[in-house]
């Protein structure tokens, strides 16, 4: 039954449980307030928002409300701009007059509603409370005496972020809002908080102090840090990024934000970056022009093509290059008669690209993941990895959703999970068959080969039941399991496993662009959109067998590649190595030629996320320096080399030539999980496993160079750990120093104690200097005592 | 004053002991649970019953207990809670604690018939955190009741199961607000809830709660034992039954009082003896610190009871009596009120927040020589901003005393201001 509501004179229609500020927003009449926000749990505690409702015999908070049928409410007759302003006044008694020096101005709701109803001087003639500031890390800034205590912050951590870092302590005027003594935020969607703020009290400590709100020009942009693809509002003075905001899309970001996605745009403005083409003379690094560099690329590559022939080209793409990009990039190497291009640099199974019918995709839209009623998560550190799907899959979780595991690591997950089965990485063949299995059995059907006689633990007995359940289900392939060299047997268990439990089978997706990047034909097996084309050697087989020329575009081996020694063998021995990067890096050390290009926010381009979303943005700012964006140098570059089809004069000509005139409607087409059975092996490995995830922040080359994301707690820098029997048969009792060997790396790291890791688990982040001398990020190990 | 049909709270009083289940037993106690655990009265019978009684709460605001046990959703399904309000905070209030001393089982028997009536299986009795020989004095009585079969599982083999458990406090003012109590009881932060949902639909737990104060519970007893018609003749209509007036200030006897609710003020201020000193009255706060001060002329021709109190202009609120003589400075006693609320604000809404400190600082300088000709108007206006504001009555606690005050006693504020000292 409809309620109806007359505000401000205007009649309207609403349903029952509505709030009247719901229903004013419906008519588009906007009430003043602080604490209410769309997204949090109503509090009702600024008294912003009172409004007069007839017959009630006193003004009402308009969040807090609810609509009764034939209610009448007037939002700006006198008695209720009388309450709105009483409250204005009350705000104002003890916020300080700072605004010159405080970072919201200009963008304050405080300030901009105090214009309209605040008073131009004040009564309160008595000192202004002073509250002491607070430290909450590198991320956030305080300025707590700005405070209005409207909790949109405290709020916030509680039922978004999903732990509660911030509360108010104290009483009466002398209440607080801080965090817990001595504790910093380390939420990874700290920053949130900032935007949610609406004074200065929280504001965003690397941006402090650069530039005025009114200053800066808001240009919309796409993230590519996750497989999300966050839209971004990127905030630029004078052609330098100055600072990241969220786009509200409901569908994708709502109207969050990781700190990755907010805070990496430092990485952007680094020391680090190549403003100019250099070329190695005589092992000296000298500065060139662009027509000089390009044409010694041109020749070299013409050369070892012709010399060794165009299997001898290989090219390794990072995944956060745009569609354009490496689109260009593996048409420059097919029509050199290579498919040597890959950007799968982390992955170490290619055993599907055989078997694949498309590219792989989250499996259903990053919207319906708050809708799903049971699933399943393989093989992920799902919240450093996936911070905002990791919060929708929270809210599916908080709505009722069964959340199960299959994982070699436990994070607090910051809600209830209802079944968890903690095995090593290897082992998680082994219990996606016992899953697989179980459901076999629970369905009266008879068990697929592959499955064998895998045993069935009581816990994924216990997954297996909560699977079979519900109706909305998804089955989940995290980074962990895509990197593991038995990523194969594992997409194919979970395959099955899905079609047995009715779910829908997803792969979370480790980059910013991975289906993008198979949609340009970055590798080795299709050409764009899926089409037949020269096939080549992916990158596991370019590193063990190096290529005499090398193209390295946005990458650093070092860091990006799933062995980090073999990669760095590889560009090593290469006769001729390009790099196309934003940075000056280890390139520098193996590189024949660097071409400054650059980073997502200088060119325009486009990201396609998990989902199978095209989004498609302009550049932000100029590129700096003498850099280019990558699309033209890939363009130019088959100019001079004398190659049909580099004649695009805009990126949006290149999307179009890669992704037809309806790119969503191609590109859904492309997107299938599907695989062909592959071989299972049921026989696990007896030895000391490796655990190698990449940290939050070292997942690619912008926010390594993030100094403000790099001094957070998440990215301290990695131990080892492993389970207290482990250490105690090791003989290392609760931790100490440990000489760890793989394969031909080995490294002395401090081992420590964590007992949620499986037995004969040694779990070593990769991605970082500290550990880049170990190789692969999965692999057998030894563990000695330094 | 001798109460015909006998004093309802304080009826075993006379006996030594008087807390001791033993006490309360030969003065009749826990016959009316029996009764209605044997004849499994219907619970409409009994709340039919409080509501011919004309019980009204006694924590200070005095809604009909009947009406507010009929809102309970007694029949749905689930977890159902009584929470008794014992967190006696309001300055001037020390009766609830009288009530625990010296006849606890009245309280405990009243739950138990408040759970059986409402369906509730668990009762909570939150006591303030600064009386704490109370509290333990309650869980002794409450274990009395319930090695006496009282309480627990299948009482008196009745089929009905309820148990109570005392909860105290930790001495917050806003405690006593019932949301911030039921807040306090599930371990956060004491801090009202803003209504609706109201505690009927989404109390403890976000489960249905009736909350009730100690003295409408321990009042229960009575009226299922001798009747609510009888309750209802002991005061006066709308009005039913006795009433505890905690009397303090300037009078001889200052104490707990039970009278009859329409008992003239100027009888309750014989039974405490009168004006201390031979002094005279100047002024009373008849309802606990937050109840407008009403001038002694006016309290002389007061009846004490809700309908009186209401129409000369304050409220009977907790039954707190405070008398001051003529010796009292209007200015500083507003000013030692207005720092309590100011110290008690909970801090969560603006207009406390921010108001209460304001007035305080306000009468301080009035107080201290340093007012303003302007101050009063200020006074008038930021009481004005606070009352009805906020998310609950403590914003109007703090604004009540400081408009009482103005209203009654304006020309002293404006002698402090003028003079920089007091008239008295």
């Not at chain 1, 003004?59 to 409300?65: D, I």
């Amino acid at each position: 039954m409809a309620l109806n509501i007359e505000i401000d004179g205007q009649q309207t229609e609403v349903e029952p449980g509505t709030t009247v500020m719901d229903a004013a927003h419906k008519l588009g009449i906007y009430i003043p307030h602080f604490c209410y926000h769309k997204k949090l749990s109503i509090a009702a505690n600024c008294r912003m928002c009172l409004v007069q409702v007839e017959k009630a015999p006193k003004p009402l908070p308009a969040c807090a409300t609810p609509v009764s049928d034939g209610m009448k409410v007037m939002t700006r007759s006198d008695y209720a701009i009388q309450a709105q302003k009483g409250v204005m006044e009350f705000l104002l008694i003890n916020h300080p007059l700072d605004c010159p020096i405080c970072d919201q101005g200009g963008e304050c709701q405080l300030q901009d509603l105090a214009v309209g109803y605040g008073s131009s001087s004040s009564r309160y003639a008595e000192p202004k409370r002073v509250v002491v500031e607070k430290n909450l890390g590198p991320l956030v800034s305080t300025e707590m005496t700005r405070c209005i205590h409207c909790t949109r912050c405290v709020r916030f951590g509680q039922e978004i972020a999903g732990i509660m870092e911030m509360g108010q302590a104290f009483r009466g005027e002398h209440a607080e809002i801080m965090p817990f003594i001595d504790k910093t935020i380390d939420s990874e969607l700290s920053g949130n908080i900032i935007d949610l703020c609406p004074v200065g009290a929280l504001t965003s400590k690397p941006f402090r102090y650069a530039a005025r709100s009114w200053e800066l020009s808001r240009r919309k942009g796409v993230s590519p840090h996750d497989s999300l693809g966050s839209n971004l509002q990127i905030q630029v003075k004078s052609g330098r990024v100055m600072r990241v905001l969220p786009l509200e899309i409901e569908d994708i970001n709502e109207c969050w934000l990781s700190d990755r996605d907010r805070f990496s745009y430092e990485g952007l403005n680094s020391e680090d970056r190549l403003t100019q083409p250099m070329v190695k003379e005589n092992g000296q690094w000298v500065v060139a022009d662009w027509q000089t560099a390009l044409n010694l690329v041109a020749s070299r590559l013409r050369e070892i093509q012709v010399k060794d022939g165009a299997e001898q080209l290989g090219a390794l793409a990072s995944p956060m290059q745009t569609v354009e990009e490496l689109y260009l990039l593996q048409k420059l190497m097919r029509e050199l008669g290579s498919g040597n291009v890959d950007h799968r640099l982390r992955q170490s199974d290619f055993r599907l690209d055989s078997q694949a019918h498309g590219a792989f995709w989250l499996g259903m839209n990053v919207a319906d993941l708050n809708k799903l009623d049971r699933f399943l998560v393989v093989g992920s550190v799902l919240r450093k990895d996936h911070p905002l799907l990791a919060l929708r899959l929270r809210q599916a979780v908080r709505h009722g959703a069964g959340m199960n595991l299959i994982n070699p690591v436990v994070e607090d997950y910051l809600c209830k999970v209802a079944n968890k089965a903690i095995v090593s990485p290897d082992g998680i063949v082994n219990a996606l068959a016992g899953l697989v299995r179980a459901l076999a059995e629970a369905k009266g059907e008879s068990v697929p080969a592959m499955a064998g006689n895998a045993e069935v633990t009581p816990e994924l007995k216990a997954i297996a039941d909560s699977m079979a359940g519900g109706e909305n289900k998804g089955i989940f392939i995290g980074n962990l399991a895509q990197h593991h060299p038995r990523f194969a047997e594992m997409a194919a268990l979970a395959q099955e496993a899905a079609r047995l439990c009715g779910a829908k089978l997803g792969v979370l997706g480790d980059s910013g662009n991975g289906v993008g990047a198979v949609a340009a034909g970055a590798i080795p097996s299709r050409s764009a959109m899926g089409a037949q084309g020269i096939t080549g050697m992916n990158v596991g087989e370019m590193l063990a067998a190096p290529r005499k020329a090398m193209v390295l575009l946005g990458t650093e081996p070092e860091y990006d590649c799933h062995d980090p020694l073999a990669a760095l063998a590889a560009v090593q021995q290469a006769e001729f190595v390009v790099a196309l990067s934003p940075y000056k890096h280890g390139a520098l050390d193996y590189a024949d030629v660097l071409l400054p290009v650059s980073p997502f926010t200088e060119t325009s381009g486009t990201f396609i996320n998990a989902e199978g979303r095209v989004q498609s943005f302009n550049g932000a700012v100029k590129p700096l320096g003498e850099t280019r964006p990558a699309w033209k140098v890939l363009r130019v570059m088959g100019n001079l080399l004398n190659l049909p089809g580099f004649d695009q004069d805009s990126s949006e000509a290149v999307r179009d030539e890669v992704l037809g005139a309806d790119a969503q409607a191609g590109v859904c087409k492309l997107l299938n999980n599907k695989t062909e059975p592959v071989q299972v092996t049921l026989a696990g490995m007896d030895k000391l496993e490796r655990i190698g995830e990449v940290p939050i922040y070292q997942m690619d080359a912008i926010v390594r160079r993030a100094p403000s994301l790099q001094r957070t707690a998440d990215a301290a820098p990695p131990v080892a750990r492993a389970s207290g029997m482990l250490l105690e048969k090791l003989g290392f009792g609760e931790g100490g120093m440990a000489v760890i060997r793989q394969g031909q790396g080995s490294v002395v790291i401090r081992i420590d104690r964590d007992d949620c890791l499986p037995a004969n688990c040694v779990r070593i982040p990769g991605a970082h200097d500290v550990t880049q001398s170990l190789g692969a990020l999965f692999g057998e190990l030894t563990v000695e005592r330094a | 004053m001798v109460i015909q049909g006998g004093p309802v709270i304080f009826n075993t009083l006379h006996l030594s002991d008087s807390w001791k289940l033993s006490s309360y037993e030969s003065a009749g106690g826990y016959s009316a649970l029996k009764k209605i655990l044997a004849e499994k009265t219907p619970a409409e019978t009994i709340i039919a019953e409080v509501k011919t009684s004309a019980l009204r709460g006694r924590g200070g605001a005095g809604f009909p207990t009947g009406l507010k046990w009929s809102f309970m959703p007694r029949q749905f399904p689930g977890d159902k809670y009584v929470v008794c309000n014992s967190d006696e905070g309001e300055p001037g209030t020390f009766k609830d604690r009288d009530i625990m001393r010296y006849n606890p089982h009245a309280l405990i028997e009243g739950m138990i018939i408040a759970g059986y009536t409402l369906g509730a299986k668990a009762g909570y009795n939150y006591i303030h955190g600064e009386i704490f020989d109370i509290y333990e004095g309650m869980e002794r009585a409450v274990e009395e009741a319930r090695a006496a079969g009282y309480l627990g599982d299948n009482i008196l083999g009745s089929g009905f199961s309820f148990n109570l458990y005392n909860h105290h406090g930790y001495g917050a003012y806003i405690c006593g607000e019932e949301t911030a109590l039921l807040e306090s009881i599930e371990g956060k932060k004491g801090q009202p809830r803003f209504k609706p949902p109201f505690p009927a639909s989404f109390g403890l737990y976000g489960k249905p709660t009736t909350i009730n104060n100690t003295e409408t519970f321990a009042s229960i007893p009575y009226i299922m034992r001798e009747g609510g018609q009888k309750f209802l003749e002991l005061g006066k209509p709308n009005n039913g039954g006795t009433k505890l007036f905690s009397v303090s200030g300037h009078v001889e006897k200052p104490g707990n009082y039970e009278v009859s609710l329409g008992t003239p003020f100027s009888e309750l201020l014989q039974m405490a003896g009168g004006i201390k000193g031979g002094r005279k009255l100047k002024a009373v706060i008849p309802g606990g610190s937050s109840a407008p001060v009403l001038p002694g002329e006016i309290m002389m021709d007061c009846t004490m009871d809700f309908d009186s109190i209401a129409k000369a202009g304050s409220m009977l609120g907790s039954g707190a009596v405070i008398v001051m003589d003529e010796s009292v400075c209007m200015v500083r006693a507003l000013e030692r009120l207005s720092y309590f609320y100011f110290e008690e604000s909970c801090g969560q809404c603006t207009p406390c927040r921010e108001g209460t400190g304001w007035m305080y600082r306000v009468v301080h300088r009035i107080e201290h020589g340093q007012g303003r000709p302007e101050d009063l108007e200020l006074l008038d206006s930021v009481a004005a901003n606070i009352a009805g504001r906020t998310i609950c009555a403590l914003g109007d606690a703090a604004a009540m005393p400081v408009q009482g005050m103005l209203k009654h006693y304006r020309h002293e504020f404006e002698h402090h201001i003028e003079h920089k000292k007091c008239m008295v």
